[in-house]
């Protein structure tokens, strides 16, 4: 059964049936709500642009909880049914025809494409309103944003219905309706100019000439001008007795109209930004452009792209087009919204004797100035939003923002449409590089074109500031140029072209950086300290010596600017040239001590936050952890941690090491140890390993020795190197038996077992682990006792001993699953599984294997998964599934190929194949 039907009056107070009855919704947010999804029946709203529409800058402190209780409030009123959860927001499931104000937009596209029946729909359209659109329905987005721009297309078209009565003579038809028009709008001179031609087609001159002087005192009072050439050479006909045209304009000439072409010059050599242009393309081809804002950091292109756009596009605007630079960043002070539009108002033709002196009443002027006329406005180089709004036109023009900030608050209140410019794609600046470098007559080989655009970031400014530095050498080897780039101390000198500061890239950044408040700049310069490739919050908390949500602010406020970008959500990370910037600030501004302990904090908090999150995974045993570290509530939340650091740990160990930070390596080296144990993930461990051993052997630590060599050794185990294996669990045995660390002890005796295990010596092996679960056992170590069995398990395996093994591994399982350690459990689970393949029971094996990959798809531990769909391959292929066996190896092979390594003795890409191909 369908739902009943619902149809949403917006043209006036809110009015809303269901199944043909009026239906009370509650006044507030709850109304909003309803208008919002209304404006886009049918098509899902997401839940950041409904907060933004619903509570603007007022946010409530849990938003989504506050959204989710409006949005059940409104089903209760409309029926569950009506109100989808849809693409991250929420869709209202009603007809576009349903909700008048879609309707009223649908009649005048009709109308505008130029149907038959134009007067029939322009009066069905304007038959829908009610009164004020949203009356009763309180939002700042509604009131300052949605209903102007619908009273304007309302306007609009009440003025092209009244031309098309006034043609066919039925000027008198149209005067009522006119006058109450112009008392709604006493400043709109264009609905003036038809009731004054209706008056006078009507018979009624004097009344004409009346009103005349109605608009005129109006203009003058609330503007301060005139009213314009248009209406005074009408005052001067009807003075005259000389009929009005049923346009609205004197049957004489009228002086022609000033069309603006302030387009700066094309780019002769510009290259790529195929996505961007096609997007223009198809934001123009709209009925109804939106305002357009592009933004990127400083030298990505953004006047470029937008003047090669314009230019392309330039028979879309006949009525002339309007550039303006208004320095939000650059030398001197942003330019004034008034002083703007006192240049956009001359551009357009007004005489200087027009303008007011208010910048109010100057953005009023500019509105009434633009309406019904097809003009491109490009403002260049805006600061903020505040900057932007005065200079907006109601509708008819269409406008494009450029600018180093995101602009949220256009694209929150006026809905702009934002263009992220980002730097080029490699292809597309070697091909910019090729075609300068050719016109300089240069040569370059293909592979010093690739690593110039490289080094250059593909930041479009510096891509031209190197092509321009090579070409003043045409004959001189490209070579020495990009030898010079390479040392990052002194990239920014290599690509900088002298006193041009608009070519300059280091004052193209300082004009960013200089518009920063103290506290973010601050934060700016010390991110150039950061030796990793991107950045949290939490870390970026540590590296300032602030609270995580001040930092989070800053970064916002950089990411904001473009001075920081923000791959995903919650991370952000700088452009290569931006970095240089931030060092060169830092290492200026900022004294020595201060220096050393923002880079001491960042390697504290790193480490200690990875003992942390290797806790969360493998137990206490991995370490101290520090107060100001970040806590994991689990296993998923741990590995993830470490699945988006793990290059940052890197580079900041090797960071810590240079300066001595002993205890920080050994702790970040111990913590990714155990991370990478578990994970298998494709780092390079061994050499921080070996720095970590240096660095506790510098400290006297024989304990985080021991550690070390537990580690180190299990890494030439996974190599195939047991021969060096085995002395480094001895090493370690022997220092940990010195100190009484019996956890230690276990993981050592266990080691020493796989070292036996792999060299055949199944009685040794067994012997050391039975060692550690006894050791475990009276010591209360769960997981120790867990790991040691589940090695036990292995020994019985391949010992052809299954009955053993599967107490072993029973009881691995129990012990695992009662620590509450998921992963390991996982582990041990798919063991279980090779215990049953090995008895021959396949399908409890495959029962296993697939239980093991479910926890390790919810893990995302990848390289397992890989693992036990490789063993469940064989399990099925036992089982007599040929079909499934594949289709596990297939999986298999396709994370092995993602992870981007052959594998190693464990799970090789090789083993795969050659299992594939046995069952093709």
């Known amino acids: 059964m369908s739902p009943p039907a619902v149809s949403i009056g917006l043209l006036g107070p809110l009015d809303v049936r269901v199944a043909g009855d009026q239906v009370d919704v509650p006044r507030g947010r709850v109304r909003v709500l309803l208008a919002v999804l209304a404006l886009s029946a049918g098509e899902s709203v997401t839940a950041d642009a409904l907060a933004e529409r619903i509570w603007g800058e007022h946010l409530p402190e849990n938003v989504r909880g506050s959204l989710h209780t409006l949005v059940m409030r409104l089903r209760r009123i409309l029926g569950a049914d009506r109100v989808a959860t849809s693409a991250g927001g929420y869709l209202l499931d009603v007809a576009a025809d349903a909700v008048d104000a879609t309707r009223f937009g649908r009649l005048l596209d009709r109308a505008d494409a130029g149907a038959n029946e134009e007067r029939a729909l322009l009066g069905e359209a304007l038959g829908l309103w009610r009164g004020e659109p949203f009356e009763g329905t309180a939002s700042d987005w509604l009131t300052r944003f949605e209903a102007p721009a619908l009273v304007d297309r309302r306007l609009r078209s009440a003025e092209r219905l009244a031309d098309l009565d006034l043609a066919v003579g039925r000027a008198a038809d149209v005067v009522a309706d006119l006058r109450a028009l112009v008392r709604e709008q006493p400043l709109r001179e264009s609905l003036w100019a038809r009731l004054l031609t209706g008056l006078d087609r009507a018979g009624r001159p004097a009344e004409a000439l009346a009103e005349y002087e109605q608009v005129r005192t109006a203009l003058a009072r609330e503007l301060g001008v005139a009213p314009g050439a248009v209406l005074q050479r009408m005052q001067a006909d009807l003075l005259d007795g000389v009929p009005l045209a049923a346009t609205g304009t004197p049957e004489r000439h009228p002086a022609p109209v000033p069309v603006p072409s302030q387009l700066p010059a094309d780019v002769d050599d510009f290259a790529g930004r195929g996505q961007a242009l096609g997007t223009l393309d198809e934001l123009l081809a709209r009925s109804d452009p939106p305002l357009i804002v592009v933004h990127g950091t400083g030298g990505v292109g953004k006047t470029a792209l937008v003047v090669h756009w314009a230019r392309r596009a330039i028979d879309a605007f006949p009525d002339g087009q309007l550039y303006l630079d208004l320095r939000g960043y650059g030398p001197g002070e942003p330019m004034e919204p008034a002083d703007a539009l006192d240049l956009m108002l001359r551009g357009l033709g007004v005489a200087a004797e027009r303008l007011p002196q208010d910048a109010d009443a100057r953005s009023a002027l500019l509105r009434t100035t633009l309406s019904g006329r097809r003009v ?457 599984g090779s215990v049953h393949h090995a008895g021959g029971d396949h399908v409890l094996a495959i029962g296993s294997y697939a239980e093991a990959a479910e926890i390790f798809r919810g893990l995302s531990s990848v390289w397992w998964l890989a693992y036990t769909l490789r063993n469940a391959g064989h399990a099925q292929l036992a089982a007599g599934d040929r079909t499934a066996a594949a289709a596990s190896w297939q999986e298999a092979l396709r994370i092995v190929d993602e992870l981007g390594a052959e594998g190693n003795a464990e799970l090789s890409r090789s083993e795969l194949l050659e299992a594939l191909e046995s069952v093709r």
């Open 376 to 832: 491109l406005v490009v403002l260049d180089n805006a600061r903020d939003a505040d900057q932007v709004r005065p200079m907006l036109p109601g509708t008819g023009a269409v406008v494009i923002v450029t600018s180093r900030s995101q602009m949220r608050g256009l694209a929150a209140r006026e809905q702009a449409h934002r263009i992220d410019l980002d730097v080029l794609p490699a292809e597309d600046a070697r091909a910019f590089l090729a075609e300068r470098l050719k016109h300089q007559q240069v040569k370059c080989a293909d592979d010093a074109l690739a690593e110039l655009a490289d080094l250059c970031g593909y930041l479009p400014l510096a891509l031209t500031v190197a092509a321009e530095r090579a070409g003043r050498y045409p004959t001189s080897p490209l070579a020495a140029l990009i030898d010079e780039l390479r040392d990052e101390r002194s990239r920014l000198d290599v690509l900088e072209t002298g006193t041009d500061l608009s070519t300059s890239l280091r004052a193209a950044m300082s004009w960013s950086y200089r518009a920063l408040e103290a506290d973010a700049a601050r934060l700016f310069r010390l991110l150039g300290l950061h030796p990793g490739t991107d950045i949290g919050a939490p870390a970026a908390a540590a590296l300032a010596g602030a609270d995580r949500r001040v930092a989070a602010r800053l970064l916002d406020r950089l990411a904001e600017t473009h001075l920081v970008g923000s791959p995903r959500p919650g991370r952000y990370a700088m452009h290569d040239l931006v970095r240089a910037y931030a060092a060169e600030r830092v290492a200026r501004d900022d004294p020595d001590d201060e220096r050393d302990e923002a880079v001491r904090r960042l390697y504290r908090w790193y480490a200690r936050t990875s003992s942390s999150a290797s806790v969360a995974i493998w137990g206490p045993q991995a370490g101290e952890v520090g107060l100001d570290a970040a806590s994991f509530s689990d296993e998923l939340q741990g590995m993830s941690w470490f699945d988006t650091e793990r290059l940052n740990l890197v580079a900041v160990t090797v960071a810590a090491d240079r300066v001595g930070a002993h205890a920080d390596v050994v702790s970040l080296v111990r913590s990714m140890s155990i991370y990478l144990d578990l994970s298998r993930a494709p780092v390079e461990i061994e050499p921080l390993q070996e720095l970590a051993l240096a660095a506790a052997r510098a400290d006297g630590d024989e304990l985080a020795e021991a550690q070390i060599l537990i580690q180190l050794g299990r890494i030439h185990d996974r190599l195939g190197r047991p021969e060096l294996a085995q002395p480094h669990f001895e090493s370690a045995l022997h220092l940990l038996r010195t100190h009484g660390d019996v956890t230690g002890q276990c993981a050592a005796l266990g080691n020493l077992a796989i070292t036996h295990r792999a060299g055949g010596r199944y009685e040794q092996a067994i012997s050391l682990l039975e060692q550690a679960i006894d050791l475990a056992g009276k010591h209360g170590l769960t997981d120790r006792a867990a790991a040691s069995l589940n090695t036990l398990a292995a020994v019985y395996l391949d010992d052809h001993r299954v009955d053993d093994a599967r107490v072993a591994i029973t009881e691995s399982v129990r012990l695992w699953r009662k620590a509450g350690l998921t992963l390991r459990e996982g582990i041990a689970i798919d063991t279980l």
